[in-house]
C-alpha cells in the first residue's frame, strides 16, 4: 500500500469514529500506547532505535442496546535510527453488531480477524454468525487475506480468504463444529481445508476434545488432535494427548509437490493446585519425525506467592532427540509495590545442542517497572541483557506510555 | 471420494447427535469480566467445565478460540489476539521481550531464539506457522552467511560451494519440509535433481491430487520441472 493510501486509511482511521461518537453520542474510549525501542539487529550488529505509536479506539453504544459498536485498532511506526520511511498496520477497523435480530446474528463487518478450524486470518471483509439456526449455529466468513511482513502489509490484489461452519453448541457441554475455507493467492486456490472440532464432557470431571483440519487438495490430515482431560479432584488435571501433523502447502508453492513425513506427539500433562499460594505444573511429550528418529521433551515448573505481594515464577524444560538437545531453566519475579506498580525482574538460562549444528548457551537477564501512574496514565519499561551464541552482551529495551481516555 | 466420505460421515454424526440435542444456551460471561480465575471456580466446580487459564493455557487456548461462538470476547478485545498473532503492543506487558526488528514476542520464544529456534521449531512444526508467514524464515536466512548452518544433509565441501548432499538430506527433508523452504524458497537446487527425468520427489497419492494442483496453480509449479505436463 503506498503511503498516500497509508494517509487516508490512517485519516479515516482516526476521524471516522471521533464523528460517530459525536454524532450518535456513542462511547468513545481511546487507548494510546507510544512505544521508544533500542534493540540490537543480529544480523546486521547496528544497534536501532524505533518508534512506534499504538492506538486502539473503541466506539461503542451506538444503539440504545449497546449492540452495535466500532473497533479499531493500528500502529505507526518509524525507525529513528537510520532512514527507513514511516511503516504502518492497520489491525482491526470492523463494525460489530452483537445479538442482532432478537440474538439471532453477530456481524463484524471491516477489517476483522477470523478463526475456524479450518483456516484463520485476518480478513477486510465480513463475518457473520447466524447463531440460532434451528439446534445449530452457522458462520459466513469471507474477504481480502490481510499479510504483514517486516511492519508492513504485504497482500495483493486477489489474497482471499472465503469459508463458513456448522455448529452445535446446544447440547450441554458439548461443541461440535465443522468448518471449510478456502485461501487464495492471487485470484488462485492456494488452500482448501475442511476442520472439525469437538468437546464434550460426558462425565463431570472427563473432557473429551479435539480437531481435525484435513487438506482437500493433498487428501491428506494436515492436523488431528485427540485429548483427554481428567480432573480426579478440584485442585488436579491431568490430560493425555495425541497429535499428528503433515505439512501441506499453498498450490503455487514448488514444496507442495515433494513427499513428506507426519509428524506424530503424545503428550501426557498435570496441572496441581496445592493451596492459594502455590501451583505445580509437570508434562512430557514423545515426538516420533518417522524414520526412526524420535526426541523427548520434559518440562516442569511452579509458581508460589511466599508472601502477599511477592509471585515466583519457575520451568525448566528439557529435551533430547532428533534435531537437537536442549535445557532451559526460566525464573521470574515480581513484586506488587503499594498497588499502583509492579517491579519484576527475570533470567533465563538455556543449555543447547543443535544436531551437527551450533553448541552452546544463552543467557538472558531482564528487568522491568509497569507503573500505573494515575488512573489514566501508566508507563512500562524493561530493559534486557542477552548473552548468544553470536554476542556477548546484546542490550535492548522499552520504554512505553500508556494513556486512555 | 475419500475427502467426500469425511465430510459426509461428520456431517451425518454432526446430525444424529442433533436428534438428541437438548435445549441449552451458551452463557454470557460479560459481567465476570473482572473476575480472577481462581474465582471461576466459585460457579464451575464439578460443573462439567475444566477449569482453564492454567500453567498450559498459552498452549491450549488455540482450541478454545478456534469454536464459533465462543466466550472469548466477553472478557478480551481482538487486540488480545492480534498482540501476540500479528505483532501488536497497546497493552505492553513488561514479561515479554522484543525480537530484531522490534516486534513484540510471545513467551515461548526462550533465549537466543535466533539459535535455538531450529531445535524448537521441531516441536510440531505447524506451530511457527500460526503467527508467521514462510516468508518470514526467508528474510532472514535469504540475509545470513548459510556456509555457518553447517546443515547435517549438505556440508560444504572445504571452502567451496560444492555439497556434499549425503543420504540423510531426503530423511530431513521429509520431516521438515518448511526448513529447506526458509534457505530455498523457490527450490531451484532441489529441482536440479528432482526434475522430470530424474528422482522423482512426488507423494505416492500424487496420481490422485496432481490434476488438482495442475488447475489450480495453473500449471505455473509443474513447469518448474516438466516441459508437457
Redesign the interface.
Known sequence: MGVKVWRWVFTLFLMLPVFLANAWGAELKVTSSTHYLWYQDILTSDNERDIAEYLRINVTKLDKEGKVNIYAYGRASKQISSSEDYQGRLYYFYLDYRDALNGFLDLRAGRTYVNAAAISGLIDGAYVDLKKVGPVGVTLFGGRDVRFQEKKEISVRGDAITGGSVYLDTLLNTHLEVSYARKYNDTNTARENVGFDFTTTPLSRVNLYGYVKYDLIAEATNELLLGMKFNPFQSLIVRGEYYESYPTFDTDSIYSIFAVNQYKEKSIKAEYVLNERCQLSAGYAREEFNDGATADLYEVGFTVKPIQDLQLDVSYEARNGYAGQLKGIRGRAAYRLLNKATIMAGADYDDFRREDSRNGYAKKYWGGLDWEITKNISTVVRVEDNMTYNYDHSYQGLFALNLKF | M??RV??VA??G??AC??V???????MDHREFKKSKP?EC?ECH???????NH???FLKDHR?L?????NNCYDCH???Y??DC???????????K??S????YMPTTH???F???H???A?????NCY?CH????CQ??HS??NRGM????SHQRTGNTQIFQWNADHA?E??????T??ACHP??DV??QC?SSGKVN??????R??KD??RS???G??CK?CHITY
Open positions: 475419500r475427502n469425511i465430510t461428520l456431517l454424526g454432526m447427535l442433533l438428541f440435542s437438548l435445549s441449552f444456551a451458551r481462581a471456580l466446580k464439578a460443573s462439567g467445565v475444566m477449569p492454567g500453567p498450559f482450541l478460540a478456534k469454536r464459533a461462538n478485545e481482538q487486540s489476539c492480534i498473532h500479528k505483532g501488536g503492543g497497546v497493552e505492553p506487558d513488561v514479561k521481550s522484543t530484531r526488528t522490534g516486534e526462550r533465549s537466543d535466533i539459535s535455538v531450529s531445535v524448537k521441531m516441536d510440531n512444526p505447524q500460526r508467514q514462510a516468508s518470514f528474510d532472514c540475509k545470513a548452518m553447517r546443515i547435517k530423511a527433508a521429509r520431516r521438515s519440509l518448511q529447506c523452504e523457490e527450490a532441489c529441482i528432482h520427489p512426488h507423494p505416492r497419492n500424487w490422485d491430487i488438482k494442483y489450480e496453480s495453473g505455473r509449479t518448474k
